[in-house]
């Protein structure tokens, strides 16, 4: 097979399936089929026309590039794992087939369904390089003493969902931003507060309350609602961001942002290589099937089929359609 299907970006707005080259594993790669495609907010973002859709995957090991770990990975061996896409053209999981950096694949444990292992890339890879790398909270089964406070903007994103699991894991706390539609599934996943981000006064008014003072020590960002994280956190706080610190960052505050596009040799321009970030995402990437052995629950899906439905999933990801669950695409 000399040609694949695969889903490009045909415009910043639009895509389609293309017939593409099939990939070829570069030396520290693997080529792997894929079964399932999961989609990110950021494929509705970026979406460089002529790139590739689909950073999230499920598949089966086809071929090793010449320096890929054999000791580790070897063909029909059934992995998970994450890739630059929706940003190059020869890049993207959106596809029967796809390469991926050997580092940025892991073995997903029996027990999970290939539905519920591609809700394992992005979605819970950036919050476990922004708590455990950004923040420094201390990994499984150490504890941060006091169990201090923890603020989640955007619990019900699902990136969220994942941070309120591992900052519970992390002995702290949790309140959690998210609508009165939201708040059930939020608390599902461990928050013990759920503020509706709606009207931000009376979030902070209950999120001092909770707190008998605000004294928030530590807050995920991944909604954009600054304005609740601003007026809840107490001097000296850590803060890690997903969509990037606010126009005038308070002083005394560490906000320190996480991109996972960096962690790629392949980024554009806008998103240069930094080593320190591809360590840290090689690291969770290896630290992610003893999480999930140890209770990390999956986030809700939306299992569809067909490369064909992909576009409509990153119109509705456009339109704000999507909130609680990931899209999940068998291929």
Do not use: C
Not at 50 to 55: A, E, K, L
Not at 199 to 206: E, K, S
Not at 285 to 301: C, M, N, R, S, T
């Amino acid at each position: 097979m000399s040609t694949i299907k695969a889903v490009i970006h045909d415009t910043a707005t639009t895509a389609s399936v293309h017939d593409v080259p099939k990939p070829t594993p570069g030396p520290s790669e693997l080529l792997v089929k894929v079964s399932h495609v999961g989609l990110n907010p950021v494929d509705a973002k970026l979406g460089q026309p002529g790139s590739r859709v689909g950073f999230d995957f499920v598949g089966e090991v086809v071929a090793l590039g010449a320096d890929a770990p054999s000791d580790k990975f070897k063909p029909g061996d059934r992995v998970s794992g994450i890739v630059h896409g929706s940003a190059l053209p020869n890049q993207g999981t959106a596809a029967e087939y796809t390469a991926v950096e050997a580092a940025f694949a892991f073995h997903i444990p029996q027990s999970v369904a290939d539905a519920d292992a591609v809700t394992y890339d992005t979605s819970a890879l950036t919050p476990a390089i922004a708590l455990y790398d950004k923040l420094g909270l201390p990994l499984p089964p150490a504890t941060v003493p006091g169990s201090p406070w923890f603020l989640v903007s955007g619990g019900a994103t699902t990136v969220g969902l994942f941070a309120i699991q591992y900052a519970k894991r992390a002995g702290l706390r949790v309140i959690a931003t998210a609508s009165k539609r939201s708040e059930a599934l939020v608390r599902s996943f461990g928050a013990d507060v759920v503020v509706d981000y709606h009207d931000p006064q009376a979030a902070i008014a209950q999120v001092k309350n909770a707190t008998a003072g605000g004294e928030v020590a530590y807050a995920f960002e991944a909604a954009g609602t600054w304005d609740i994280i601003l007026g809840s956190i107490k001097p000296g706080a850590k803060v890690s961001t997903v969509t990037g610190p606010p126009t005038t960052p308070p002083a005394g505050v560490d906000i320190a942002p996480v991109w996972l596009l960096t962690a790629f040799k392949t980024a554009p321009a806008i998103f240069p290589y930094n080593g320190r970030d591809a360590a840290a995402l090689a690291a969770a990437v290896a630290q992610l099937p003893a999480f999930i052995d140890a209770g990390l629950k999956p986030i809700p899906v939306d299992l569809r089929s067909g490369l064909e439905r992909i576009p409509e999933g990153l119109d509705e990801l456009r339109a704000g359609k999507v909130s609680g669950k990931k899209l999940v695409y068998k291929i």
